[in-house]
């Protein structure tokens, strides 16, 4: 079959539609790095534009009649071409777009404004009841969204899929379970050996210019060139891109501690390795990013925490790291190790270490549920919280903004993202095990500053496909298997920190 | 009357518009600054979306039936009022912007694409010849483009009221006849005394971050906020801005020349100074802009050359600069004054000084006039270029490059656009003398470092009216008349340079 002439036509709308969706990128990333503040209250208006625009362009039934049309040459091509996965996403995606009506998603919209607002109010005043009235309106609307779905047995597995497609509450609950099961022990006998491990070396004087070189050097090593990323401060890191030849990393700067710039760096240059290698053929197309929040993350992780908080990375790096701040001459390899990877159950899950960040979010998880199936009162949400912290970490929650409302999720109605946080680090240590199986050197080449053959394996197992493939679809390629598997993660983190702790 | 429906529909469709304007300046703001080079590609079919997306909803027929419903409603309305003004500049855009034909719009763009690298191409090889059927093809379809409109007698109204609404060609004419007579002799007067003023103590060794704090500390004198301005170093300096709020300037350093970045950071100030004292009741509107090229370029000028290059401000910021640049510790003010004021007849538009800029500017917009009437063939611009450039400014042309190929402007379609820089400097004294009618003690405040009170009669009588009125209508309200007058121009530089030459 020839490509028709609609197919075509498609092409061009979703090449105009998603110039608009990076246009929006580009409106969010100089808000947060460039723009003065007085731009603030014109750019919301120009986000809302564009915004409206592309849905508009999107949701129109133009695109629904290409896609019927299209339904036989969709048919005749091979399932993994990109032609026959640019027809299959866009049609999920046109679908779900569709089933919401407009006077909800306004509504939506509206209603996270003011909620953001109101979060931002009463975590400052650590006041929970100044918020809770603007969270049973996001959770009410959540319930109104969730029932424009069909039916799927479990009201949260609409939100999920919103964010990880196809992964189902049920399965997040079992693999959780045996998370929380391997964690929760493992962290205990840890909080028992007390200051088994002393990271002083990250703090002190650490001019941030230097911290910056050091951060950029890494990030060379990682596959960062001058001609087609950058990389800024910020307040709240992220990553971002306005096309695979202009990738966005940011970082925050503490002059007292080394370790957030030098770990969210190699945090956020992850999600830039994934959007960057992805195949040119997919540019200006809606398979031009990636496959979802949970995979995005298992990329971020990786190269945070098996990449960057390992003996073999530092065996290079840290002789660099010397040269930049000379207070940490008399720093061996192993303290440095040691150091980086210290446990400390605490409060704040962004600020958590590698062991305890799961379970934050397994908490969340779990209140989520419960807020939506109407098991948690919203009056009781604090104390549940405040147990649960207890349970899992054996820390007191003083208050709620150090507990509940730490977070801006639940205030921009992004209920059921949480998850993906996790399944990002589970995702992690699976696709890692296969990594080293394909290269057993892996480790040898980073010792020698050598990342270039673990990003070029991972583009061609996973970054190329972009969102050609559904989450599960792309683990298969990647790990052989479309299961989210706890196995390789708790064996992963019981390795490590058995021995940094000298548990039995 | 009552404010109709219609209007607000009106003004929520042209807001719309007006971010997608917005955008499109951010887009490139962020190409010329931030961008990194591997983005150019994307960028620019970004550019082109968002354009094509502002353009169709601007020339929907939907926006001409509200213009009719609306033409009672007008009326009703003072003809100063915002609303009145904002259908009245709403109407006038929509009949330019309805009267070219889809498929010519399409191919001036095609056009001035190719046109644009094929000048890059023939510049960098100094080779006419290469570019000339670019050229051609851009003053046919000039032709083609002014035929979209009733005749005016004169085919390059068409263009010039593109850039300069209501600016006839006999006007300019006559106004850059009565320019020329003027300056051509005190030109050759100033070039007989040879090297009279010396500029040396501007050239040397000038560390450009030093050079960006002195621009920085000028810049806040004349208004510059951190919460509302930016300022960014990049290749081919411009202001620009995403809303009143947030302000960007850019400039260009050279190490060894201070003269560039100071009176480059000036000039792009003052345009920043019009657009952010537009009133904030215009913003999201089509009135929330200058009113013309001419006029934006009077006060660009104003603050670079009145201002910027006077004796008053001098007095003031020359101490702040040798606490910068202690090699300036020797230079009196009556030294640096002649300095920054050397009259040197060049080749290069650009890098003209103030007295002689007005001749490049005369020359091309004789030969446009010529090459659109078929005066002048093709063939012959070069030497007609060159015998106008001895003639005016007794230079001789070495080469296309540093003539005839010099400016980018007729690549991308813009014929009628170059006087607009000389009127806004023939405007800018006009404008200046009312001012210091107004406040008779201006000199004495820049004295002090005090030039807010310049700013602000400069937002009352011209800023904030945006684009309410004509260029003509604007001038009448800052000026007392609206015509553009030689005199107080040339007055200007007669005795300026009378003086600093000792002519007698």
Known sequence: MNVPQRYDELKTRLAEIHDLSKVTSLLSWDQAVTMPPGGAPARAEQMATVGRLAHELFTS????????DLAAYEQSLPYESDGASLIRATRYDYDRATKVPTELRGEMTRVASLARNAWAAARANSDFAAFKPFLQQTIDLKKRYVDCYAPTGDPYDVLLDEFERGMKSAEVRRIFSELKQAIVPLI????????????GCLHGDFPIDRQRDVCLAILRRFGYTDGEWRFD??????????????????????ADNLAPSLFGSMHECGHGLYEHGISPSLERTPLCRGTSLGVHESQSRMWENLVGRGRAAWRFFLPELKKAFPQLGQVDLETFYRAINKVQPGLIR???????????????????QEMLSGTLALDDLPEAWNARMKSYLGVDV?????????????????????PTYVIGSIVSAQIWEKAVAAMPDLERQFE??????LREWLRENLHRHGRKFTPKETLQKVTGSDAVQVGPYVKYLTAKFTEIYGLS
Chains 1, 2 share one sequence.
């Open 233 to 254: 401060p910020t307040a709240h890191p992220f990553a971002s891109n306005t096309s695979l030849g202009d990738i966005r990393l940011t970082t925050r700067y503490y």
């Open 350 to 368: 962004v600020e958590a270490d590698e062991l305890t960040y799961g379970l934050h979010v397994v908490l969340r998880f779990e209140l989520e």
């Open 188 to 199: 205990a006998a840890v909080a028992e050996r007390g200051e088994a491990v002393d990271d």
């Open 398 to 418: 003083p208050d709620a903004a150090r507990g509940v409302l730490q977070d801006v999720h639940w205030s921009l109605g992004y209920v059921g993202y949480f």
């Open 448 to 453: 020698q500053g050598e990342f270039l053959p």
């Open 61 to 68: 039934p133009e695109i629904g009649r290409m896609l019927d």
